[in-house]
């Protein structure tokens, strides 16, 4: 793992591809709006809406959460059009446009959504970004930077939280004291930690020069897990930073601001 490749990795279409596309958003609506038109099935249009995955929806229906113009429906082979109007929790849901943001997170912000007493949330930062409501993919704690993917695509968010989906993410790693050999070929190997075996996909020294700056790339979603493992070898994380996730990079998003992603980089997510 190069220091090149790892605080740049897979580079994709320019900043200037990207406002373009940012400001056609109101066109690409429509487009979905105008095919919405159509009839789709029940959990289909319950994904859309970024209520959650399809299996998720199937149990919802199933369950009889969900009504479509006032009454109940059961029948997971239900269709559905936009002028229907399917509820669930007694709100009216609509399938709105699928929008995905990229946000380089900044120190000092929590991911939850619902703690009332968190002084700054990572939503504040992308408020802005889009009308509809977007949620995180996932989480970094209060104290970690980096990347962080937000989207009302309840589907592909389900995808890429759930535990057999190993993309990688790699993180970059400031540690107390000097990280040595022997314990960087320990988390090659794989450790125990109170929650299960864990070992890292790679890991290497960003700096050759530089025994106190980590970089290491992982696909466990465990809570906490990065610091976790350098804590039970004796180390302390004086700061870490999560510099690719699922093939994303940090290229063009500078600390505290996001963009959206392009359609190449959307189909990629979901093609994996």
Known sequence: MTKKNF??????????????ESHSGS???????????????????????GICSRRDADQLIEKGDIK?????????GHKVTTKDEVTYKGKVISAERKVYVLL???????????????????????KHACQERIYPVGRLDKDTTGLLLFTNDGELAAKLTHPSYEKKKIYHVFLDKDFTRE?????????????????????SY???????????????????????IFAHLGYRVIRLDRVMFAGLTKKNVP???WRFLTDKEVGFLKMS
């Open 7 to 20: 605080t740049e990795g897979r580079q994709f279409s320019d900043q200037k591809k990207t406002d373009q």
């Open 27 to 49: 066109g690409k609506k429509l487009q979905v709006l105008k095919k919405m038109d159509r009839e789709i099935r029940l959990n289909k249009f319950i994904a859309n809406a």
């Open 68 to 76: 479509v113009n006032g009454e109940v429906v059961t029948s997971l």
């Open 104 to 126: 380089n997170k900044p120190k000092g912000f929590v991911t939850t959504m619902d703690d009332p007493h968190a002084e700054k949330k990572v939503i504040s930062l992308v």
């Open 183 to 203: 314990d960087m070929e320990q988390v090659k190997q794989g450790l125990e930690l109170e929650d299960g075996f864990i070992a890292a996909d790679a890991i």
């Open 206 to 228: 960003v700096i050759a020069d530089d025994k106190r700056q980590v970089g290491i790339e992982i696909h466990s979603g465990k809570n906490r897990i990065v610091r976790r």
């Open 255 to 257: 600390r505290g601001k």
